[in-house]
C-alpha cells in the first residue's frame, strides 16, 4: 500500500486500476448492497431493456475509484472528501475495464487534492468521467 501526502504529489500524476466484471461479481454486489434492480440481476428482465442484457451497477464500476484513492494514490489515510460521477456507456458482464485517477489540483492550504476521474472499456469507451475531492495524509514529523 501507498501513502503519499500532499507534498508528494504534483498536477499530472496518475494511478489506475484494472477489472473484469464477473456475473458472480454483479450477484454479490448486489447482494451486499442490497441493489437487486432486474437490470442487473435478472437476464429476462435485462433482455428486454434498453441494454438487451443485463448491465454492471454504475456504483460498483465507480468503486474502483476508492479502490485506488485508499490503497494507491494517495493511498492509506486518505479521507474522500466528494465525488461527481457521469456514467456515459453501460458496463456488461466480461468487460474489463481501467479506472484512472490523475491529480487535477493541490489546495495546499486545506489539503485537498482535485483528481480528475475516469473509466474506460476494452474497446477504449469512457464508461464514466467524474471529479473528486481527497484529503491526502499528512506527512509525518520526525
Known amino acids: 500500500m501507498n501513502s503519499y501526502s500532499i507534498q508528494e504529489l504534483k498536477v499530472g500524476d496518475f494511478s489506475e486500476l484494472k477489472k473484469a466484471f464477473t456475473e458472480k461479481d454483479v450477484l454479490t454486489f448486489a447482494e451486499v448492497?442490497?441493489?437487486?434492480?432486474?437490470?442487473?440481476?435478472?437476464?429476462?428482465y435485462a433482455g428486454?431493456?434498453?441494454?438487451?442484457?443485463?448491465?454492471?451497477?454504475?456504483m460498483f464500476v465507480a468503486s474502483l475509484f476508492s479502490a485506488i484513492f485508499g490503497v494507491q494514490m494517495p493511498g492509506l489515510g486518505s479521507i474522500y472528501i466528494k465525488q461527481s460521477l457521469k456514467f456515459t456507456k453501460p458496463v456488461y458482464f466480461g468487460d474489463e475495464i481501467t479506472a484512472k485517477i490523475t491529480v487535477k489540483e493541490l489546495k495546499i492550504d486545506r489539503n485537498r487534492v482535485v483528481f480528475d476521474c475516469v473509466a474506460i472499456n476494452q474497446n477504449?469507451?469512457?464508461?464514466?468521467?467524474g471529479e473528486a475531492e481527497i484529503m491526502p495524509p499528512k506527512k509525518e514529523k520526525l
Not at 428486454?48 to 454504475?58: D, S
Open 48 to 58: 428486454k431493456t434498453m441494454f438487451k442484457k443485463q448491465i454492471v451497477h454504475g
Open 33 to 44: 448492497t442490497t441493489d437487486r434492480n432486474p437490470a442487473h440481476v435478472d437476464k429476462e
Open 124 to 129: 477504449e469507451e469512457i464508461v464514466i468521467v
